[in-house]
């Protein structure tokens, strides 16, 4: 009988305990069902836990029974206090302006802005989607347990959504210590302010909207979150939710015209005021403007900015604007579709939900597919044009105001001080075309466009180099795309003008040529010297073919003079000439021995030169004599005949010996262009990060580095978690493979931006190639 009475007893306690709170759940961070909070929270307050948990009296209650049945049993039950409890009874929160003096736990405030009471009042307004759930996290109740503590203080009870209530009684204390301050001190924990920020929400977006609300002390309102988010702007989530906050107030008064304010605020996207104008412009029948152009793709949730537009955003606003106005001149017509406008606000309040902003009824047109997509073919066309200035800025030590820099900027956007700096450096390169043939040194070349010489020219200085001369009207020799070789620093090049500045297509005779200029050129400075008529069969071998134009004309001639100043070898030939059969080795023979005795005479030096290079082309080097005396019989008027006062200025070349010269290089021509096509040995495209073995990356940051390289752009928490698993620090691991980076191509392959991290994929793709 004992037995039963024990087990009802249990039931009771069971039921009056447990059942009753299934049916009225606690609203503690654990229990209550909230959206998720923002990812950047827990880095924001360098939280762990998002349950707040209380270790006062006043937060656990203990439940003590005892049973008897023969025996004593105690049980103990704890209850959770409710962290946000609607209380129907107590004092009537209200509004506390600023000058009024509130004294809260011993604590005196006199700044206002905050509600004061037991108990919130039922919201006045019903706005579409408004979700109250009767409490306030930022209402200061005085009858609970306050200790005052310096506002630096913080503890586990603020955690995600904190609220005054759920605070312990220290960070109560705590709290009201920060608003009893000027609350200008941004090393107070940012928690504190979210409670602060809460109120000022409710009252500009809930009771704003009760016509008592004066536009005064809505723009008080608007002026402190402004203020505070001047000084919190560091902390990316307060920014962005103070900065949503401000927009939406905007659109809720627009005869105050608050908008104005925010034009020139840091870190402002507009997304709603932007949909609002643009609305109202279709809807007007107006032309979409170059600001709001601009917008559009800034705010576009399918157009990411490449790295150019957002390393040089200044720049690519101002490009921007300029072409589409070229374009479109006062802007593109839109005609107005019928989905209609709807701007919702997020707060940023655990108590407040889904607030749809009252607007006007106007068609959507950010919705529209076709403008945009206008408009992000012209976005491309820009951020391609900031590339090289983006890449130069990219480097290390490099800065906007560079000469480099500024010269490297489309011609629209460069300011009037470039004007100077141009002259300049033309004035200079004229003096070295006229009195050098445009030959001059690597280094000179980065003197004269005020940078310093890098230590290595890689593709990137090359591309640099070659963008910068052509601005300038010039072009340079050798140039990777058209010559296969890129000058070194320790060098030389060649400045020629650049004649129409419109690039070409380089034809197969016009590759075949170089690569004989090149050959010819080896063989020709074989005795470490050269003959006016070596060069001239060089020469000749540019002037007579018809098929040239005058560009490529100007660039074979600079291209040769800078061979000749630039002695080649076999370096990077050998996989070339593998490709080659005996008949085409043999052809490859007989030209260069044609260029050999061009002068008439053929030093034991040359001949043996011929000789290493017949071997390399896998010819019999016996046969070199052979060759070379039947090449000399057949002159008729061999160059050593010729009086020395007129062997350099009256040159002449036999018709015959031409006939042969031509000859030759038509059986090569086409050979040649599989030929010596690089002086360094190139790996082929395909080959992965993985077999070049990253450089100096260790295994941990090659990876990394690896698994970074799935996507373009990565929050900042997914990088620091996707680090994790190699145990690296997100700061150090980019810095690690930014270093490895700039040593292979001097650019840094990933980008670290306030929010989020980008790789680069243009340079992620040299670095595989």
Excluded at 34 to 62: F, Y
Aim: contains cysteine.
């Amino acid at each position: 009988m004992e037995l039963w009475i024990f087990i009802a007893v249990i039931y009771l306690v069971y039921f009056l305990f447990f059942k009753k709170k299934k049916h009225k759940p606690a609203e503690t961070y654990a229990s209550r069902t909230v959206e998720a909070p923002p990812k950047e929270w827990l880095a924001d307050n360098k939280k762990k836990e998002a349950v707040v948990r209380n270790g006062d009296s006043e937060d656990d209650n203990l439940a003590t029974f005892t049973l008897s049945s023969g025996r004593s049993v105690e049980y103990q039950i704890t209850t959770t206090q409710r962290q946000n409890p609607s209380k129907t009874t107590g004092a009537l929160a209200r509004w506390v302006l600023p000058a009024e003096v509130i004294t809260v736990g011993g604590i005196e405030i006199t700044g206002g802005h905050f509600y004061f009471g037991q108990r919130m009042k039922p919201a006045g307004q019903n706005l579409s989607n408004y979700y109250d759930d009767g409490s306030e996290a930022s209402l200061i109740d005085d009858t609970l347990k306050i200790y005052p503590k310096p506002y630096i203080y913080e503890d586990s009870s603020l955690g995600y959504w904190p609220s005054f209530s759920s605070l312990s009684p220290v960070a109560r204390g705590a709290y009201l210590s920060w608003l009893a301050s000027d609350r200008c001190d941004a090393s107070c924990p940012v928690g504190y302010v979210f409670i602060y920020l809460y109120g000022l929400e409710r009252r500009a977006l809930v009771d704003s909207l009760d016509e008592n609300t004066s536009d005064a002390e809505f723009c008080d309102l608007f002026k402190e979150i402004r203020r505070l988010r001047s000084v919190f702007i560091e902390n990316r989530s307060f920014r962005n939710y103070s900065s949503q906050l401000l927009e939406a107030m905007s659109i809720l008064r627009p005869d105050v015209n608050l908008a104005a304010d925010l034009d020139n605020e840091m870190g402002f996207s507009n997304g709603m005021q932007f949909k609002l104008a643009l609305a109202k412009a279709v809807d007007a029948g107006l032309p979409v403007s170059a600001d709001l152009a601009l917008t559009w793709i800034t705010n576009h949730t399918e157009y990411t900015l490449r790295t150019p537009a957002r390393r040089c955003a200044k720049e690519f606003a101002a490009l921007f604007k300029r072409r589409y106005i070229l374009k479109y001149g006062e802007g593109m017509l839109v005609k107005p579709n019928k989905t209609r406008l709807r701007l919702d606000y997020t707060p940023a309040s655990p108590n407040l939900r889904g607030i749809r902003l009252q607007v006007p009824n106007l068609p959507d047109p950010s919705a529209l597919k076709g403008p945009v997509q206008k408009i992000m073919t012209l976005a491309d066309i820009c951020t391609d044009e900031l590339d090289a200035y983006s890449r130069y800025l990219g480097r290390k030590g490099t800065s906007e105001n560079d000469i480099a820099a500024i010269m490297l900027l489309p011609e629209e956007i460069i300011d009037e001080s470039a004007g100077k700096i141009s002259k300049t450096f033309q004035r200079w390169a004229n003096e070295v075309i006229a009195d050098h043939e445009g030959l001059t040194s690597v280094a000179k070349f980065w003197e004269h466009i005020g940078a310093s010489c890098p230590e290595k020219i890689n593709k990137k200085e090359a591309d640099l180099m070659q963008a910068f001369a052509l601005k300038m009207g010039y072009s340079l020799a050798p140039d990777p795309f058209y010559h296969h070789v890129k000058a070194e620093v320790d060098g030389v090049l060649v400045l020629f003008t650049a004649g129409e500045r419109t690039p070409f297509s380089p034809s197969p005779e016009f590759i075949s040529a170089v690569m004989t200029l090149r050959l010819g050129a080896m063989v020709a400075l074989t005795d470490n010297s050269l003959d006016q008529a070596e060069r001239k069969v060089l020469e000749n071998a540019i002037d007579h073919n018809p098929s040239f134009t005058d560009d490529e004309k100007r660039s074979l001639h600079a291209y040769l003079t800078w061979q000749l100043h630039t002695p080649a070898n076999m370096t990077g030939m050998k996989n070339r000439i593998a490709l080659l059969s005996v008949a085409e080795k043999s052809a490859v023979g007989r030209i260069i021995v044609s260029v050999a005795c061009s002068d008439g005479s053929i030093a034991p030096t040359e001949i043996k030169q011929l000789e290493k290079i017949y071997s390399s082309l896998g010819l019999d080097p016996s046969s070199v004599s052979a060759n070379i005396h039947q090449h000399s019989t057949a002159e008729i008027t061999p160059v050593s005949s010729v009086p020395a006062s007129q062997s350099t200025a009256e040159f002449t070349l036999d018709a015959n010996v031409l006939a042969r010269h031509e000859s030759a290089t038509d059986d090569v021509r086409k050979l040649l262009s599989t030929i010596f096509t690089e002086d360094e040995l190139e790996l082929p495209e395909s080959v992965p990060v993985s077999l070049l073995e990253e450089g100096s990356l260790d295994s941990a940051h090659s990876q990394l580095y690896r698994r970074l390289l799935e996507k373009e752009k990565w929050s900042r928490k997914e990088a620091t978690e996707l680090c994790g698993n190699w145990n690296l620090m997100l700061g150090g691991a980019l810095e690690v493979i930014n270093d490895w980076s700039y040593a292979a191509v001097d650019a840094p392959v990933l980008e670290d931006t306030d929010d989020d991290i980008w790789v680069d994929l243009e340079i992620a793709k040299e670095l595989e190639g």
